[in-house]
């Protein structure tokens, strides 16, 4: 069973910035599609942001040009990188792993691996 772990998540004014991490089981990140997920108060989880193997990124409308997903092989680090944010960025987060082949896009059905979460909270 795969262990990821998020940290990160706060409180910020509309227009900051955070930055999470997920750390992960040592390997994950070169043989797994990964993901951040978010799910807001009282609506289902849905995908922000995927990265390949070979670290293409894919990004969920609402935070495409404001949030940045990369990896770190050596530390075995996941990192969302959150500019701009919004209220309606208020949610918590989760990190996914998909150890599966096939597409490598932020669908909540094809990840196996989740973590616990952590909290993003913006306000106005």
Not at 1 to 21: F, H, I
Not at 51 to 80: C, M, Q, W
Not at 114 to 119: H, I, R
Request: net charge neutral; with cysteine; glycine share 14%.
């Amino acid at each position: 069973q795969a262990q990821l772990v998020e940290s990160g998540g706060g409180s910020v004014q509309a227009g900051g910035s955070l930055r999470l991490s997920c750390a992960t089981s040592g390997g994950l990140l070169s043989t797994s599609c990964m993901a951040w997920f978010r799910q807001p108060p009282g609506k289902e989880r849905e995908g922000v942001a995927a990265l390949e193997i070979d670290g293409k990124p894919h990004y969920a409308p609402s935070v495409k040009g404001r949030f940045s997903i990369s990896k770190d092989s050596g530390t075995n680090t996941l990192f969302l990188e959150m500019n701009d944010l919004r209220p309606d960025d208020t949610a918590t987060y989760y990190c996914a792993a998909k150890r599966t082949g096939g597409y490598c896009i932020p669908l909540p059905l094809l990840f196996g691996d989740w973590g616990q979460g952590t909290q993003v909270t913006v306000s106005s």
